[in-house]
């Protein structure tokens, strides 16, 4: 028998079989209380099929019963609008079934794959997914999946032949109709208010908030999926017009390649110049590297203002990476590196297009902030993390400084014997906080502290903080004369993050007399956002650059204040690439008219300070957010 003749036979005989049995019907209230024991079968099917242990999910549940609501609810309210379309609560429930553990298996997977959930957003990339899968080693969860289909056509089969309508018998389809767009409406109106609302995301918590997979395991995936819907925590600039911002990012600017030069980027962790305040007395100068290079004739110096006092090392990251300002994005972004979802413009890829190898370092865990997925979304050719580190070497509970000084020589090395430039960017990690007595061991003898009038608690965290400090100099000073002996042209950019954290309501920073205070009515205080950078370039370098000139034309402002946002710009510039594209075009013209932009305090390049940006520069400054809007939500740079 031909094949279109055997699916004809059995499907009639499907039809009657279907009319010879018996076909029941649910009443209305039965019918609903099928579709709340469907819709919670659902969402317990959902959280086994997460890559956890499905007990200690139960047992989190029990500790906070407010999960199984948050994670139910999505789920009911899916099933019923399904339900009332297909006009049959089993078929709305194998539907849903199909559609949420599909999901919860595709989180699975992602996870185990790259140690990230599926977010909302994956699901306008689905034409990527063939490409992305064949890049992984991928084991499916075949019996999971199994147990998945099986459950869905059970569920199919018993709506063909129990009739459960969640609305009265009598009801046409407009009714029908009006059900499920009452549901879906519900639904989205849960996604916007109770399931988004960070204040409840927060206040549950998890045994790991930065680790987002620990946090989906934990607190269930229906939950956390609806919950990403609100998580582009970036405002809506006033004035925003999509296509006036693409036509921005379409702008033709200058061709042709920078300067040949290598360019190794090192921000350290808490590095500041404190130790060089009058209220110390030094016998001897605890910064002798820094403060040697900024005499150096191949060298420029002065204070990065960063967007975070005291914290927030992504956030520079960002900020000097990609020309966006953490401060604007949002009141409520204390992460910016949680709201990058999507390929960037940055100083990564204008090298990376010419060819250079780009590459970001930092001793510790690749899944904090995401960075893992940030960078390659920044245009880093390669990232290496603390897991990818071999040898390491620690300082109490972090790895050295010295350790990433000879990694950044090792990496460069590997460049220049494979014939590529190499653009670097390093996030150091020992002088992180807490400085502590034993932060790096139990009886280390530190330096003692000259300074008078501190408190025991004072002068132990100053001293700790100074240690690093010193490390952190040592580093700096290797890798000028690591860099001074080679032949290689090499541009070393060296700055701080923030400001150390110095104790509860500011204990450290008080009793040394440093202002470091909000002024009247809250206005921002520089020196609070200050961290000294330097950018020296050896001999090679000063050759192909042309220094002299090169820092004329750069037109830096004096007093050597830069945002972190117009650093990265200003590096292209110094290096030939400052038209490379609009984008850092513009930043380098809007840093021209105000070289600091914090939050609502700007400073000119005549070092005069005010508020209220007025005329051009306050164009420049709403074209530069809604610019930065529109980057991170919608222009697409393909992978």
Known sequence: MPYNGNI??????????KKRLPKFRLSLPLALLTAV????F?????????????????????????????NALPVGLLLLGL???????????????????????????????????????????????????????IRYPAGVIAAVVLITLALAVLGIFIEARPFPAKARWQGSLLGAAGSFGALALAVV??????????????????????????????????HQFTTFLVDRPQGFNRAQAAAWDEAETASGQGRQVHLVMVMNEAFSDITDHPAFTWAEDPLPNLHALQRDSHALSGHVVVPGFAGGTANTEFDVLTGMQTNALSAATTSALRVVNRNLDSVF???????????????????????????????????????QMEDLEY???????AYLAAFIEEKFQEAVSGGQLLCSYTTTIQNHMSYTADKYGEGYGFPPVQASGLSEEVE???????????????????????????????????????????GDNQIGYRQLGLDVFPGPEGQENLTAYETPYVIWANDAAAEVLDWENALETLDLHPGGQISACFLGAALLELTGRGEATPWFAFLNQLRRQATVVQKSLCVSMDGSTFTDPAGDLAENIAKWRQWSYYKLKYKEIPS
Not at 395 to 401: A, D, L, M, S
Not at 483 to 495: H, R, Y
């Open 349 to 387: 890829r204008v090298f990376g297009d010419e060819g250079y190898h780009t590459s970001f370092f930092h001793p510790g865990d690749d899944w904090f902030y995401n960075r893992e997925n940030v960078y390659r979304w920044l245009g880093a050719e390669e990232t290496v993390f603390v897991d």
């Open 193 to 226: 208010t109770v399931l988004g609302s960070t204040g409840l995301y927060d206040s549950i918590g998890a045994s790991n908030p930065y680790r987002l997979s620990t946090v989906f395991n934990e607190n269930g995936f229906p939950y956390n999926f609806c």
């Open 395 to 401: 300082k109490g509970r972090w790895v050295t400084e």
């Open 460 to 502: 132990t965290m100053l001293a700790g903080y100074a240690e690093g400090a010193r490390d952190a100099d040592a580093m700096l000073g290797r890798l000028a004369d690591y860099f001074a002996g080679t032949d290689e042209p090499v541009v070393l950019a060296f700055w701080g993050d923030h400001l150390p954290y110095l």
């Open 83 to 137: 339900a009332c379309l297909f006009r049959n609560v089993f078929f709305g429930a194998a539907l849903t079934n199909l559609i949420v553990c599909g999901l919860s298996i595709a989180n699975r997977v992602k996870i185990e794959v790259r140690d990230e959930p599926v977010f909302p957003r994956d699901l306008a990339l689905l034409k990527e997914v063939s490409s992305a899968v064949e890049s992984y080693d």
């Open 37 to 40: 024991l469907l819709a919670g």
């Open 42 to 70: 659902i969402t317990m099917l959902a959280l086994w099929c997460q890559p956890n242990a499905f007990r200690g999910v139960i047992s989190n549940f029990l500790r906070k019963p407010v999960l199984i609501l948050l």
């Open 8 to 17: 004809n036979f059995l499907w009639k005989g499907f039809i009657v079989l």
